[in-house]
Nanobody
Framework: QVQLVESGGGLVQAGGSLRLSCAAS????????MGWFRQAPGKEREFVAA????????YYRDSVKGRFAISRDNDKNTVYLQMNSLAHEDTAVYYC????????????????WGQGTQVTVSS
């Protein structure tokens, strides 16, 4: 089992920045590819960013490219999502997820999920 706990969400004005963190425990963190997903009210959960086990490979949805950056610190068992130039459309609950093989944009491919952290961007 892997336990994931997100933090760092909050209320920010459009154009501002937030950094989300996801702390993992339970298994060897470096064995897991990580992903960030989000779900806005009334919408389906969608992929945001993913990161390989080494941290050397990343993948983003088009709408966040150049604004968001995913990274990890395997010594701290933590994955981050730096979000810049936030827009109202980024408002959602953000979830981190882990899977034991390659990173993926498919939510169904992930085995473990955190509880989520709310990000609200005021326009």
């Amino acid at each position: 089992q892997v336990q994931l706990v997100e933090s760092g969400g909050g209320l920010v004005q459009a154009g501002g920045s937030l950094r989300l963190s996801c702390a993992a425990s339970g298994r060897t963190f470096s064995n897991y590819a990580m992903g960030w997903f989000r779900q806005a009210p009334g919408k389906e959960r969608e992929f945001v960013a993913a990161l390989s086990r080494s941290g050397l490979s990343t993948y983003y949805r088009d709408s966040v490219k150049g604004r968001f950056a995913i990274s990890r610190d395997n010594d701290k068992n933590t994955v981050y999502l730096q979000m810049n130039s936030l827009a109202h459309e980024d408002t959602a609950v953000y979830y981190c997820a882990a899977r034991s093989t390659f990173y993926s944009a498919d939510a169904d491919a992930y085995h473990y999920w955190g509880q989520g952290t709310q990000v609200t961007v005021s326009s």
